[in-house]
T-cell receptor, first 111, second 114 residues
Framework: GENVEQHPSTLSVQEGDSAVIKCTYS??????FPWYKQELGKGPQLIID?????GEKKDQRIAVTLNKTAKHFSLHITETQPEDSAVYFC??????????FGKGTRLSVIA | GAVVSQHPSRVICKSGTSVKIECRSL??????MFWYRQFPKKSLMLMAT?????????EQGVEKDKFLINHASLTLSTLTVTSAHPEDSSFYIC??????????FGQGTRLTVV
């Protein structure tokens, strides 16, 4: 089955700097790669996703890149703000199969 | 994005009692919903896949008689924790995928068994 590795587990950045979180997946059949932001005591919130027919997608300060050959995808947050502090999860799936999650990255943005 | 509503957000129950958690897709129909459990500072662990009109598919190690799942309609799935024990205390989260296969999560339910 699918296995998703996520790095780093913790990340601290200064406000205004960029943050990058990387994930690798094992199943070449996976074609859907979402990213979630989870704040304490809340459910994960979908922030951006990418499908296997696209190499990059951007939404304001957030971007995701996908390298199908290397089977890795990354989340990029630019101009970080304190409210970006949260736990971020990457995931992978094929079609409507259950998402397989990475272990999460705790991002701290220091003002 | 689509909205998934989960209720209750927090529940405290006594050992031996049962607790029902509801998950609703508010603006789309979901033939499949997913139930996850999350331990503190850990990732989401898939418990089961809830299929509308049929039996749920449980992950290995998840007791189907303890975690009863019912998906009676295209917008509602319920998880009932039966004969709850303190070790069942956890954060339970449901998810539903819309027509474009995007997965949205409920707010989560913090279950405390005393």
């Amino acid at each position: 089955g699918e296995n998703v590795e996520q790095h780093p587990s913790t990340l601290s950045v200064q406000e205004g700097d960029s943050a990058v979180i990387k994930c690798t997946y094992s199943d070449s059949a996976s074609n859907y790669f979402p990213w979630y932001k989870q704040e304490l005591g809340k459910g994960p919130q979908l922030i951006i996703d990418i499908r296997s027919n696209v190499g990059e997608k951007k939404d304001q300060r957030i971007a995701v890149t996908l390298n199908k050959t290397a089977k890795h995808f990354s989340l990029h947050i630019t101009e970080t703000q304190p409210e970006d502090s949260a736990v971020y999860f990457c995931a992978a799936s094929q079609g409507n199969t259950p998402l397989v999650f990475g272990k999460g990255t705790r991002l701290s943005v220091i003002a | 994005g689509a909205v998934v509503s989960q209720h209750p957000s927090r529940v405290i129950c006594k050992s031996g009692t049962s607790v029902k958690i509801e998950c609703r897709s508010l603006d789309f129909q979901a033939t499949t919903m997913f139930w996850y459990r999350q331990f503190p500072k850990k990732s989401l662990m898939l418990m089961a896949t809830s299929n509308e009109g049929s039996k749920a598919t449980y992950e290995q190690g998840v007791e189907k008689d303890k975690f009863l799942i019912n998906h009676a309609s295209l917008t509602l799935s319920t998880l009932t924790v039966t004969s709850a024990h303190p070790e069942d205390s956890s954060f339970y989260i449901c998810s539903a995928r819309d027509q474009e296969a995007e997965a949205f999560f409920g707010q989560g339910t913090r279950l405390t068994v005393v």
